[in-house]
């Protein structure tokens, strides 16, 4: 199963992908992933991805997308499907992508759009809080350390992203809806884009995903007559 996720910063999306891990056993690609491991590797194309993401720019869409084409051609762990999560970002690579995936004879099964509201988002982003040594993510209500301020795993400091307040969540927010929404009508358009809400907790998402996924693996069913 090749899927495509999309969904808003705080949306829910890290635990959305586990979820699909956990039952699909397909690997998670993450293109911000991958461009930080091209930068990683000092090579020139990756000193050239790094000085276009310290000024928070864009990659440009061919050098992201031949990646994405690397990659799904030659990754062994790829050849069961995949979701792709940060790609497609324009409705170029959207396009570039669907070219690329029926030459390989491997089309999208479809793209699944997290839909969260804004005040969900406030509230996981405002209430979220990162041990400064190890990483690990808390919540203030929802997932609070065991003491405040301290993490559980490593004991370490916890602070909150200077991007974690609410005007720039709102900001965040705005670009997002206006560069996603056109890749959304794009797989809408073609029939392929399935919705889940990112606004309830994990044990409903399951559910939810659990029906989508059963759904895209039956065979054709609009066409069968007689549906209630
Ligand atoms: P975020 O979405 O929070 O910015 P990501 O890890 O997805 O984090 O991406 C980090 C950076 O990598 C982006 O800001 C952008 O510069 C670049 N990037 C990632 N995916 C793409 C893409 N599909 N097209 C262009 N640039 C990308
Ligand atoms: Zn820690």
């Given at each position: 199963m090749r899927i495509v996720l999309l969904g808003p910063p705080g949306a829910g999306k890290g635990s959305l992908a586990g979820l699909i891990k956990e039952m699909q056993s397909i690997a998670h690609v993450s293109t911000g992933d991958m461009l930080r491991e091209e930068m990683k590797?000092?090579?020139?194309?990756?000193?050239?991805?790094?000085?276009?993401?310290?000024?928070?720019?864009?990659?440009?869409?061919?050098?992201?997308t031949r990646?994405?084409?690397?990659?799904?051609?030659?990754?062994?762990?790829?050849?069961?499907?995949?979701?792709?999560?940060?790609?497609?970002?324009?409705?170029?690579?959207a396009r570039d992508l669907d070219l690329i995936l029926k030459k390989a004879g491997q089309p999208?099964?479809?793209?699944?759009?997290?839909?969260?509201?804004?005040?969900?988002i406030l509230k996981r982003l405002a209430g979220r809080r990162v041990c400064k040594k190890c990483g690990a993510l808390y919540h203030v209500d929802s997932k609070p350390p065991k003491a405040p301020g301290v993490c559980d795993?490593?004991?370490?400091?916890?602070?909150?992203?200077?991007?974690?307040?609410?005007?720039t969540i709102r900001k965040r927010m705005a670009i997002y809806r206006e560069s996603t929404q056109p890749i959304v009508e794009y797989y809408a358009?073609?029939?392929?884009?399935?919705?889940?809400?990112g606004d309830k907790e994990t044990e409903d998402v399951r559910d939810e995903?659990?029906?989508?996924?059963?759904?895209?693996?039956?065979?054709?069913?609009?066409?069968?007559p007689g549906r209630s």
């Open positions: 590797k000092g090579t020139p194309l990756g000193q050239e991805i790094k000085g276009l993401i310290d000024k928070g720019a864009l990659v440009p869409d061919e050098v992201v990646l994405v084409e690397q990659r799904v051609k030659t990754d062994p762990q790829l050849v069961q499907g995949y979701m792709l999560d940060g790609f497609p970002r324009t409705v170029q690579q999208l099964d479809f793209a699944l759009n997290m839909e969260t509201q804004l005040a969900t795993v490593c004991r370490g400091p916890l602070f909150q992203r200077t991007d974690d307040n609410e005007e358009r073609s029939g392929r884009l399935k919705a889940i809400s995903l659990v029906k989508i996924l059963n759904d895209a693996k039956k065979p054709n069913q609009d066409q069968k």
